[in-house]
């Protein structure tokens, strides 16, 4: 009997220290890495837009297909921001402009790391020990259209989290999480244009 | 602990694309936007998920969340007009946020919608819009989950309103145009 309330109030103090040591959070760290797979495009790569008109941005952001209203507040001045200094349009706007053509960008974060939060719960039950390593597929749809007529292009990109004591991928510089994401949504953007002035979407 | 028992507003509405595309496909008529209310017994200050509490918008309530997604998404497409005799009112007649599910996870909305002209009522419907996402039995994961989820199921409610014939007829929106898309 006395085992047993001993072996109760055991786990009740691991549980407990588990519990403190999860909420502190800051003890156990994230880092994050950048695929290189998108290669970095700046204006200069772009080609000079014969006729450059004014421009609608409509920019979403979706995780898992479902809208997510607070990354689309952080990400859509980057994406306007890109569209801006890319000189293809006379103006830029996330509003209805007289003649404006229509940039839609939709960016949607699909997890490719099954039970990614599961795996970092366990990351905090061990304290970091056994680290964890969870990778962020992103799906970049960019269309632009106007007079009738609509240019359409995808691509893909990823971000690789480590949680704890976990290597990241060879080759890559580990990030704080708000550079990383941001070079991660400016790299679909700007890519996103290149490969829509390769189509001759702005001609 | 954990960010378990928290309280917070409902994110800022953002207009949705496809809501965005719909108004813009149709080429005239603009709106206002006027009074937004909850019906007696709608949950229209707080939704709690696990403990945690989402609040309503800008004003503190449901009903006025409702009222700024209808103005963000008109404004979005260039159809709002704060003098405009055409006018939306509506009223929220349900507003479910099911959170506590350990794999799928709900918000159920539903709102009376009455658009008027001049004063004459031209159209006047509920409708209801349901919204599922995945969710966890980690509740670090499935409170924010919800509270993320919650501003997509007002989205696809207000998209139930754009996408109505009836409604477009009686906004004077004009007939659908691919010119604009």
Not at chain 2, 146 to 166: G, H, R, S
Request: charged share 15%; glycine share 8%; aromatic share 6%.
């Amino acid at each position: 009997m006395i085992a047993i309330r001993l072996e109760a109030r055991f786990l009740r103090a691991a549980f407990v220290a588990v519990f403190a040591c999860l909420s502190l959070s800051g003890c156990i760290s994230a880092k994050m890495y950048v695929d290189p797979g998108l290669p970095a495009v700046a204006k200069a790569d772009l080609p000079v837009a014969p006729h450059p008109e004014p421009v609608q941005v409509l920019f979403e952001f979706r995780t898992k297909g479902n809208a997510n209203a607070k990354a689309t507040a952080r990400i859509a001045p980057r994406v306007i921001s890109a569209a801006t200094a890319s000189g293809l349009f006379t103006q830029v706007s996330n509003t209805p402009q007289d003649g404006a053509g229509i940039l839609k960008i939709v960016i949607d974060n699909v997890p490719l790391t099954d039970n990614a939060a599961a795996k970092g719960f366990g990351t905090g039950l061990t304290f970091g020990l056994a680290g964890s390593i969870v990778t962020d597929g992103y799906i970049c749809t960019a269309s632009y259209s106007r007079g009738g007529h609509t240019t359409e292009t995808t691509l893909k990109h990823s971000i690789y989290t480590t949680i704890g004591n976990h290597e990241g991928p060879k080759g890559l510089t580990a990030m704080e999480p708000e550079s990383a994401v941001n070079l991660a949504m400016d790299q679909m953007a700007w890519n996103a244009l290149k490969q829509l002035a390769d189509k001759h979407a702005f001609d | 602990m954990l960010g378990g028992c928290v309280s917070q507003p409902a994110m800022t509405y953002q207009a949705s694309i496809d809501n965005t595309e719909v108004l813009l496909a149709h080429p005239t008529g603009k709106l206002s936007v006027g009074h937004v209310d909850a019906a007696a017994g709608v949950a229209n200050a707080h939704l709690s998920v696990r403990g945690s509490e989402l609040t309503g918008g800008s004003d503190g309530t449901f009903a006025g969340y409702l009222h700024d997604a209808l103005t963000t998404e008109l404004k979005a497409a260039g159809r709002f007009d704060a003098s405009s005799a055409t006018r939306i009112d509506a009223t929220l007649t349900h507003n479910e946020l099911d959170g506590g599910a350990v794999k799928n996870a709900k918000a159920v909305l539903a709102a009376r919608f009455v658009v008027s002209k001049d004063g004459k009522t031209a159209y006047d419907k509920v409708l209801t819009a349901s919204h599922q996402w995945e969710s966890s039995f980690i509740g670090a994961v499935a409170i924010p989950a919800a509270f993320q989820n919650y501003p997509a199921a007002m989205q696809k409610l207000v998209a139930k309103l754009f996408n109505d014939p009836e409604f477009i007829r009686a906004a004077g929106m004009g007939p659908a145009t691919t010119a604009a898309r």
